[in-house]
Nanobody, 117 residues
């Protein structure tokens, strides 16, 4: 059974930082592309960043230069470092696992990030 468990969300002031973690189980982690989507209230879910099995990365334009995705294959964990946070980054952040070009195999439960003074 595939399971993705996120942690690290919270309330932070503008300009602050957070690190999100997503621990995977039930999959051969090194084979998967891992990534993060986010969904703000009243908006569609959007891709934030993803990292392939070969550690190639892609970012949404809105987060380039501020967010960094990484993975630790020894811990079956993917990370999202969020720096220089803005109020518009407020959303629920969801981790996912995928073997392209197949559909997404699993989603995490989501972790809330709130950026507010």
């Amino acid at each position: 059974q595939v399971e993705l468990v996120e942690s690290g969300g919270g309330l932070v002031q503008p300009g602050g930082s957070l690190r999100l973690s997503c621990a995977a189980s039930g999959i051969i982690f090194i084979r998967y592309t891992m990534g993060w989507y986010r969904q703000a209230p009243g908006k569609q879910r959007e891709l934030v960043a993803r990292i392939t099995s070969g550690s190639n990365t892609i970012y949404a334009d809105s987060v380039k230069g501020r967010f960094t995705i990484s993975r630790d294959n020894t811990k079956n964990t993917v990370y999202l470092q969020l720096n220089s946070l803005k109020p518009e980054d407020t959303a629920v952040y969801y981790c996912y696992a995928q073997i392209p070009p197949l559909t997404i195999s699993a989603w995490g439960q989501g972790t809330q990030v709130t950026v507010s003074s």
